[in-house]
């Protein structure tokens, strides 16, 4: 199955372009489907139909499907939610707000991304195209499963140690809940299959994502911080959509909006290459039904197939040198006064602004230290060493 996920700035036209793709590709002969992540659903309105939380076919080949995130939470995160329900009512939250505080912020879109992996281990489709949640939801939603796995693995097996030797004696002194061991299997079921969720979209061989942007300044800003973002957390990008460019023929008020998008133009050339770069025009009318999507689809690709891979580009990797081994992190756009790096055991933080990721070494870099980084062509090149012995 191929994976193709759109994100973007709110409003730069992103779903449409997912639409459409999707569109092209069910034309070509592939068995597709499109859903939409964003809480903000706009899908069924692109392709003119209504659409509901199981997949419908809309079209020869086409399958559409607006996720319920409140259902998706419910399934994978109903025990523990119940659970910390039943903790907050004792001690004495308000009963209609034991339900929102039980749940954790943004687990909602971020469980209706278990659908990718429901439809990938069912392969009934040959092409996925995800019309995802606009750009800073996405990378924060992106982000949590490295989180999420982190407390599996340290926090978890100490409760549950823990829980085992205080349950019994806690139960006959204070009338607390306590959590049950199949609670903390829930919790670590769904956060495992989330895991697994981002191991396909890292798969470079599997999923790419592409970027949606206008010709307007804080919307490049925007582009250029999800990729350097994009890249940190390893999802692969193959191209740039740059939609809603006006045509020469206007005047008037957008007469000046022309000129500003030309003057632009250059620039996300520039900024962006080597990757693809597709275009689309203003349209004269809002982008709604097969017919519309069907035309977006001829001005973004023409006669290349949307399915396929746009570009390969760098992706993470480890390189051994005659010291000991680099690795190679892809971060377009950031400088080394961003970049901050920590070291922990077999881990390494990495952060660029207000994100961070967490690598899991290998062992060969694991048993080393990172003492030093520097930049390489958009590529943060971090070199490990043996410490010297004291």
């Given amino acids: 199955m191929r994976i193709l996920f759109y994100t973007g700035k709110g409003g730069v036209g992103k779903t449409s372009v997912a639409a459409s793709t999707a569109l092209r590709c069910a034309q070509r002969g592939y068995r597709t489907i499109v859903l939409s992540t964003d809480a903000a659903h706009s899908l069924g309105d692109s392709l003119g139909v209504e659409l509901r939380a199981e997949p419908i076919e809309v079209l020869p080949n086409l399958w559409a499907q607006e996720i319920n995130a409140l259902h998706e939470l419910e399934a994978s995160w109903g025990q523990v939610s119940q659970y910390l329900a039943e903790l907050l009512a004792w001690q004495g939250v308000e009963s209609i707000a034991q339900g929102e505080l039980s749940v954790i912020p943004g687990t909602e879109e971020l469980f209706s991304l278990l659908q990718i992996k429901r439809h990938y281990d069912e392969q009934r489709f040959d092409v996925l195209v995800v019309d995802a949640a606009p750009t800073g939801e996405t990378l924060r939603l992106l982000s949590l499963p490295d989180i999420m796995r982190w407390w599996i693995s340290r926090i978890f097996p100490i409760a549950r140690a823990l829980l085992r030797v205080v349950r019994p004696v806690a139960k006959r002194v204070t009338d607390m809940p306590i959590a049950e061991d199949d609670v903390l299997a829930s919790a670590q079921g769904a956060i495992d299959a989330l ?99 069907s035309l977006l689809a001829d001005h973004l690709y023409g006669d290349i197939d949307p399915a396929s891979f746009l570009y390969r580009g760098p992706v993470q990797r480890v390189e051994k040198t005659a010291d000991g081994f680099d690795l190679l992190v892809p971060l377009p756009f950031a400088s080394e006064d961003q970049v901050h790096l920590a070291q922990n055991a077999d881990e390494l933080l990495i952060s660029v602004g207000w994100y961070r990721h967490r690598v899991a070494l290998p062992q060969s870099l694991a048993r080393l230290r990172a003492y030093d980084a520097i930049f390489e062509e958009n590529t943060l090149r971090i070199a490990f060493r043996r410490e010297a012995a004291a």
């Fill in 195 to 293: 895991v697994e969720v981002r191991h396909l979209l890292t798969d470079t061989n599997i999923c790419t994502a592409r970027i949606v942007m206008n010709l307007e300044k804080m919307v490049i800003r925007e582009a250029q911080r999800s990729l350097t973002y994009l890249s940190l957390f390893g999802y692969a990008v193959d191209a740039v959509v740059v939609n809603r460019i006006l045509p020469e023929d206007v005047d008037g008020h957008f007469a000046s909006w022309r000129a500003m998008q030309q003057d632009y133009a250059p620039t996300v050339n520039e900024l962006f290459d080597p990757l693809p770069i597709l275009k689309a025009p203003h349209f004269p009318r809002e982008i709604v039904g097969p017919e519309d999507l």
